[in-house]
């Protein structure tokens, strides 16, 4: 069982659309994680929940929209997608906000925008 | 704002060989992570390190954190051709366990 499931594997659309990715963990993890990783591979915090609850917002543009129906998904949705939108997104969960635990990420979202 | 950087950004390197990967940062943390990616995949956790003189291993792989320095070391002895990946290290710039800034990566190549 794959333990951080993200959905869909690439995504291929057009300027201006709207699209969403999906992620789930198995792990019981309270504690989920949208990273967007750039071309030049670096790595960059957009949100973290706990319990469902939004802890960090990192100057993301209002586009992008998470939302975690319960502790085990977290998913993002974008909206008016911009060329500079076109990265691999990457969501991850650990245990626990103390900073103690890995992360476990899920094996990426190749977004482009055309 | 919390600045993470990894030195050298590109490494090739002979099977056999050892050889050091520094990662500084700009801010006091008590804790630092190592990851490793592989072409095209996701990334997976290699090692946390949690305090001041913390040292971990695992085969060929051994890391260390000086939080004085603000500095991290990982250490590659022996290497061989699986090695051959990109390494990134993390630092929780508040401390607040939620979210991690990640250095810039090192992409190591082991040849022949």
């Known amino acids: 069982d794959t333990a951080v499931s993200q959905t869909p594997k690439y995504l291929v659309t057009q300027m201006g659309n709207d699209k969403s990715i999906k992620c789930e963990q198995n792990l019981g993890h309270d504690t989920m994680y949208w990273y967007k990783q750039d071309s030049k591979k670096f790595l960059k915090i957009m949100f973290s929940y706990n319990n469902k609850e939004l802890i960090i917002n990192e100057t993301v543009p209002n586009r992008f929209s998470p939302k975690s129906p319960d502790k085990a998904h977290l998913n993002l949705h974008i909206n008016s997608l911009e060329l500079g939108d076109s990265a691999v997104y990457f969501c991850a969960s650990s245990q626990g906000g103390q900073g103690r635990e890995k992360l476990f990420f899920g094996s990426g979202t190749q977004l482009s925008v055309l | 704002e919390l600045k993470v950087e990894q030195n050298p950004l590109f490494l090739s390197m002979q099977e056999g060989k050892n050889y050091t990967i520094y990662c500084n940062y700009s801010?006091?943390?008590?804790?630092l992570y190592w990851y490793r990616q592989d072409p095209g995949k996701s990334l997976e956790s290699l090692f946390v390190?949690?305090?001041n003189g913390a040292v971990k291993q695992e085969g060929r792989l051994m890391a260390s954190l000086d939080t004085k320095a603000r500095l991290s070391t990982l250490h590659i002895t022996a290497a061989v051709h699986d090695l051959s990946a990109t390494y990134f290290c993390a630092v929780d710039p508040w401390g607040s366990g939620y979210a991690l800034n990640f250095g810039k990566g090192t992409s190591l190549l082991v040849t022949p």
């Open positions: 801010t006091t943390s008590d804790r």
């Open positions: 390190l949690l305090s």
